[in-house]
């Protein structure tokens, strides 16, 4: 894992351990670390995303917790519409990581980018440039308010106060909420290997696809 992968998922369970057994449901068994240490990060983590409201390219209402990422294998990247350094990249490489996956995990993975610049990048906005970018089903373009999604960035660890708006640009959170597997990796890495890294996380049968077609580079993926 890389260096900036290390850091994010450190912050994630420095910040989580705090709510060590403070369940909101007082009924939901905490599971025992010694016994079953992945049921229990799950529970930690599940405790620790914020559930804040955020609005999509459609204008629906949805929170990030509950609707974005429950139960959900999730490729999350921030971004913001008229960018001009990393977005224009990052994006389209994207894409052919969700026409990549929509073929090898058909159904799996859902897609979500958060704009950092709220004040500008409205539903209709968003909408529009997930058009330009010919964007698949499966993929939420979401803004909210700024406390809200700054809240969202510190609790994934990719929040720089120095550099609130590039220092995000390069860095994927990609996770499987049930299990509490969570991840970094650059947006800007060759297609085939996030499509790789996120294949992992998928149904077993998934697990021996090949990658991203019409690249240069061939990786192969086993089981």
């Known amino acids: 894992m890389s260096n900036i992968g290390k850091i994010a998922l450190a912050l994630v369970f420095a910040a989580t351990t705090v709510r060590a057994g403070l369940a909101e449901d007082p009924r939901e068994r905490v599971p025992d670390p010694h016994t079953d240490f992945q ?4 529970y ?5 995303f914020p559930n804040v409201p955020l609005v999509n390219q459609d204008k629906q209402k949805l929170h990030f917790y509950d609707d974005l990422i429950k139960d959900k294998i999730v490729v999350i990247q921030f971004m913001f519409s008229n960018c001009a ?5 990052a994006t389209p490489n994207l894409v052919k990581v969700q026409k990549a996956l929509q073929k090898q995990a058909p159904g799996e993975v859902s897609f979500v980018s958060i704009t950092v610049d709220p004040d500008h990048d409205t539903p209709a906005v968003l909408k529009a440039y997930s058009q330009t970018f010919h964007v698949q089903r499966g993929w939420q373009f979401l803004t909210g308010s700024r406390a809200d999604i700054d809240r969202i ?3 994934l660890g990719v929040y720089d106060p120095e550099d609130q708006q590039f220092e995000h640009m390069n860095v994927l959170t990609i ?3 049930p299990v509490g597997r969570w991840l970094t990796i650059p947006a800007s890495d060759r297609p085939e290997v996030i499509a790789y890294t996120v294949l992992q996380l998928t149904t077993p049968k998934n697990s021996g696809a090949k990658p991203v077609s019409g690249t240069s580079a061939r990786l192969r993926i086993d089981k």
């Open 39 to 42: 049921a229990y990060t799950a």
């Open 44 to 48: 930690l983590l599940r405790e620790h």
């Open 85 to 89: 350094r990393l977005c224009p990249i």
């Open 153 to 155: 960035r510190r609790e």
């Open 175 to 177: 996770g499987k909420e």
